[in-house]
């Protein structure tokens, strides 16, 4: 019998506390997530599907067990390589002064992504596979409703390639045909390669249905249907 394939992406009983008040924000949880993974968390407001999220990511110091990418611990140096392919969108993304355009080539700045370069052709048909034409690269970042902000910042994210996405109700500000749209650029996405997994917070029933294969539910910091799970025949 063949041995279990290890997770892409593990949480090992990680924690978040409040630094001011020393406070648990969010319970120990352990998460496996493995290639093909399509997890969708759900919960009510303030649960802590967020922090979940942002622990995932590195983005906020965890406490206890750790992080482990591809079987390997995650420590302080490693951390840019691994955001390069573990990428986190918040709900309500930033962008910079300037263009459409301008805001998709930030991240070939960045240290990470310097052995890289911007596709524009890639960046076009990532924009019309959500409705966008080439003219809205030229359209100023000031100008962009919510719904077109999360759309950019989508793109920005999808154009580096990651391994693991985790979505913070990413289409939040999007009308239903828009939202159907971006939902088939993500599971387009997740199957041009083997090594891809989703980890996506949705307040929508409908849309966790659609989207999900694995259901997990924050409520008051603690995670439910998780542990350390097998991967899916």
Not at 152 to 165: G, S, T, Y
Not at 185 to 212: E, F, I, K, Y
Not at 219 to 224: K, P, T
């Amino acid at each position: 019998m063949p041995a279990a394939a290890a997770p892409l992406l593990a949480a090992i009983e990680v924690a978040r506390r409040d630094p001011l008040s020393g406070r648990l924000l969010l319970q120990p949880f352990s998460l496996d997530v493995f290639a093909g993974d399509r997890i969708v968390l759900t919960g009510p407001t303030g649960s802590g599907k967020s922090l979940l999220l942002r622990s995932l990511a590195l983005i906020d110091p965890v406490e206890g067990g750790g992080i482990t990418l591809q079987g390997k611990a995650v420590h302080g140096d490693d951390v840019p390589g691994f955001r390069a392919k573990v990428a986190y969108l918040r709900q309500r993304p930033a962008m910079l002064e300037g263009t459409v355009e301008s805001n998709l080539r930030i991240p070939f700045s960045i240290a990470a992504h310097a052995h890289r370069r911007f596709e524009r052709d890639k960046a076009v048909r990532l924009l019309a596979a959500v409705g966008e034409g080439p003219a809205f690269m030229a359209k100023l970042a000031r100008d962009l409703s919510g719904g077109e902000t999360q759309l950019v910042a989508l793109i920005r994210v999808l154009q580096l390639d990651p391994c693991v996405l985790l979505l913070d109700e990413p289409t939040s500000a999007l009308d239903h045909d828009t939202t159907l749209a971006v939902e088939g650029v993500l599971n387009t996405w997740l199957d041009a390669l083997p090594m891809r997994a989703l980890v996506m917070v949705t307040h929508s029933a409908t849309q966790a249905a659609r989207m999900g294969r694995r259901l997990l539910r924050m409520e008051g910091g603690v995670l439910s249907g998780a542990g350390r799970a097998a991967p899916a025949p």
